[in-house]
């Protein structure tokens, strides 16, 4: 089976980052973090929107309504694309001035879970969640850069990773909380920390691995099921989206103002289409609503 790869952006971005599909809509978002740009495409029409952040932006997940829910420098907001106004939902306090948050995603209870980091990759992160009254609680702490945060398709075990430790985490995960993490693969063998990452209707996890060009798809057993090349050399998140849900879109990086990832590729930065790959995924849940058709079977 032959991957169909299309270049969707109209230009690159600096930080792609966080592709997330709207499949009320049929739209996709992701953001531009150093550009502080959270960015649309309306598929049906060609379109493409964007709305601007007062500080570097990690992440984006669907809101209710006419709204996003966004990590910012700072903390989590709530992004009205109507009017544009930010409305914060939660801010650690004290603010570090030397952390920022970064990887986020909807359980599929539709809360939002995002994971700060060190500016200078240095271990001051934490991996918070918020609800939609407004709790909030941390679950990690010592992250340097967070990364690999996605669901299995029944919601009972998250996965998450600190990109330089190399290795992706799953964690039994229910109502109050999570559980103890075992280590579901190491990446060292393929010679890359784990970026931004989804899965599929299979329950197998979709990463890309940022430092080789590649985006692999491991087994809920943390088997290697296929490597595929991705389209640039430094992909750093996916999605699935698209009508029938089995397009993967790639988000990548053309200069992450970090000096840690700079594109040698002349379409680093943009936005991809990867079809034909012979599997689907699972629509994100809202911020406040649980996906739709979700049974919960979380216990931890």
Partial sequence: MTPDIRCISDRPDL???SPVWD??????YWVDGVSQLVRR????GGAFREWRTPSMVGSVA??????VVLGLVDGIYSLDLDSGDLTPLMRPEPIDPLVRFNDGKTDRQGRFLCGSMGIHADPRGRLWRIDAEGRSHSFADGIRISNALCFSPDGATMYFADSLDRTIRAYPYGVEGVGEPTILVDTAQWNSGPDGATVDSDGCLWVCLIQVGKIARITPEGELDRMIEAPVDLPSSVAFGGDDMATLFVTSIKDSGSGRAISRHPDGGRLFAIGGLGVRGIPEARFGQPACGEKWTGTA
């Avoid at 669907?62 to 709204?67: I, K």
């Fill in 15 to 17: 930080l792609g980052e």
């Fill in 23 to 28: 499949a009320d809509n049929g739209w996709l």
């Fill in 41 to 44: 495409w309306e598929p049906a």
């Fill in 62 to 67: 669907l809101g209710r309504g006419s709204s």
